[in-house]
C-alpha cells in the first residue's frame, strides 16, 4: 500500500523554470503548519462583494468544532457597497463569543458546534482565516484530488520573500460531472508557510506576525465591558420577516387538495405556512418535521401547509409531495407572496393565529427543539 507521502511525492513531480525538480512544496508546507503551536498574522481579503483585513491568533493545540485543532480569536472589519462591519469572534476550545452588531452585544455560545455557529450573524465570515492553518492534516484534501503542482516564479508578499505555485485538483459539478479548479498558492520562503491563496472568487494575502508563541486563556475572549449575552445557538432566526402581532398578508392560492385557499377564509384555525422548494436541499431536510407536527394536529383545527416556490412551471411539486409520502396540504403558485411575507430565505416558517396575526416566524432549518417548540406554540394559539 502507497503511504500518504509517497502519494505526494508521485504526484508533485513537475518541471518548472527552476528546472527538473520533485515539487514537494505541499508535504514541506504542510509539515511546517502541523509543526506549530501557535501563529498570529493578518489577513487582508478581496473578493467580489467586499475587502475584509482582520488580525488572527490561534494555537494548534486544542480541538473544538469547525476549525479542527485550533483556538482562534479573529478582530477585524468588512468594507463594502453598504459601509463597513465589525468583525469579532473567538474560541478558547469550550465557548464561543462574537460580537453582534445589530444587538451591540457579545454573545456567549457555549458548547458550539458547527451547525450552532453557521445560524450565527458572523457565520459568513467564520472561514475568513485560512483554513489550512486548522486542519489536522493540511492540504490532505487537495492531495486527495490533486492534478498537477507547479512552481510559477518567486516574489514578495507584505515584505516576505515567497513562493508562487500553481495547483490544479478535480472536484465535481452539481450534475456529478467533473471539474478541474486551480488555484494559486504563496509559500513563505524560510519555512513553506502559507501567506496566501488566490482563485477565481478571492484573494487572500497573510503577513505573518508571530509563530510559536505562548498565549493564556484571556487571549481567546472578547475582553469588552458590555454584558455577554449566552445563547444556545438553538435560537430561531427572524431577521427580516414580518414582525410578530402584525396582520398576515391576505392571499389566494390553488391547491391540489384545498382547492382555492383564501388565508382570510380560514380565520379560527391556526395556520403554519411553510415557504419550500423542490430545488431547496434544507427545505427537504426540514419536511419530515413539517410532516410530524401535521400528524400531531390532525384532529385539530390546525392546517400545516407547505407553500410551493418553484422557479419553473414544468416542476411537479405535488408529485415531489407523494413520492416522499409527505400528507400534509401544499399551495401552488407561492412565488407570487414572497415579497408581502418577506421570505428571502428557505425554508421560512410562519405561524398564523385564529385572528390571522403573525404568532412566530423563523427561516433557516437545522436548530434543536424545532418540532416541539412549533407544537407547543400552535398548542397555546389553539387555546387562546
Not at 151 to 175: G, L, M, P, Y
Not at 185 to 213: H, M
Not at 294 to 299: D, G, I, K, Q, W
Request: charged share 20%.
Amino acid at each position: 500500500m502507497i503511504n500518504m507521502k509517497s502519494l505526494f511525492a508521485l504526484t508533485l513531480f513537475s518541471i518548472t523554470a527552476y528546472g527538473q525538480v520533485e515539487s514537494d512544496i505541499l508535504i514541506k508546507a504542510a509539515e511546517s503548519i502541523k509543526k506549530l503551536k501557535s501563529i498570529k498574522y493578518t489577513v487582508v481579503e478581496q473578493n467580489r462583494h467586499e475587502n475584509i483585513s482582520a488580525d488572527v491568533t490561534l494555537m494548534r493545540d486544542k480541538p473544538y468544532p469547525l476549525f479542527g485543532i485550533s483556538r482562534i480569536k479573529v478582530i477585524g472589519i468588512a468594507i463594502n457597497d453598504h459601509g463597513s462591519e465589525q468583525i469579532q469572534f473567538t474560541s478558547n476550545g469550550t465557548s464561543f463569543q462574537y460580537y453582534d452588531v445589530s444587538q451591540s452585544k457579545v454573545i456567549q455560545i457555549d458548547e458550539p458546534t458547527d451547525r450552532k455557529l453557521f445560524r450565527t450573524s458572523i457565520s459568513k465570515y467564520l472561514l475568513l482565516p485560512l483554513i489550512v492553518y486548522h486542519n489536522e492534516k493540511p492540504f490532505e484534501n487537495i492531495v486527495k484530488q490533486l492534478k498537477t503542482v507547479s512552481i510559477i516564479h518567486d516574489t514578495i508578499i507584505f515584505e516576505q520573500a515567497a513562493i508562487k505555485v500553481r495547483v490544479s485538483f478535480e472536484s465535481k459539478n452539481f450534475d456529478g460531472s467533473p471539474l478541474l479548479l486551480s488555484s494559486y498558492w504563496y509559500f513563505r520562503k524560510t519555512d513553506y508557510l502559507v501567506i496566501g491563496q488566490v482563485s477565481k472568487v478571492s484573494r487572500i494575502f497573510l503577513k505573518i506576525k508571530e509563530v510559536n508563541q505562548e498565549y493564556t486563556e484571556t487571549e481567546f475572549s472578547l475582553i469588552d465591558e458590555r454584558q455577554i449575552k449566552r445563547v444556545t445557538g438553538n435560537e430561531p432566526r427572524s431577521e427580516g420577516l414580518l414582525p410578530v402581532g402584525s396582520n398576515a398578508p391576505n392571499f389566494t392560492l390553488q391547491s391540489p387538495t384545498l382547492g382555492e385557499f383564501t388565508l382570510y377564509k380560514n380565520r379560527g384555525k391556526v395556520i403554519l405556512l411553510d415557504f419550500w422548494g423542490t430545488w431547496c436541499a434544507p427545505c427537504i431536510k426540514a419536511m419530515p418535521e413539517i410532516q410530524k407536527i401535521h400528524n400531531y394536529f390532525t384532529t385539530q383545527d390546525v392546517l400545516i401547509i407547505g407553500v410551493s416556490v418553484e422557479p419553473e412551471q414544468a416542476t411537479k411539486p405535488e408529485q415531489f409531495m407523494n413520492k416522499k409520502g409527505f400528507t400534509y396540504p401544499i399551495l401552488l403558485g407561492g412565488t407570487s407572496i414572497t415579497e408581502p411575507y418577506q421570505v428571502m430565505i428557505f425554508p421560512t416558517i410562519y405561524i398564523i393565529d385564529k385572528n390571522g396575526k403573525i404568532l412566530h416566524a423563523e427561516h433557516g432549518t437545522g436548530r434543536e427543539g424545532f418540532t416541539q417548540e412549533v407544537i407547543d406554540i400552535i398548542s397555546k394559539a389553539i387555546k387562546n
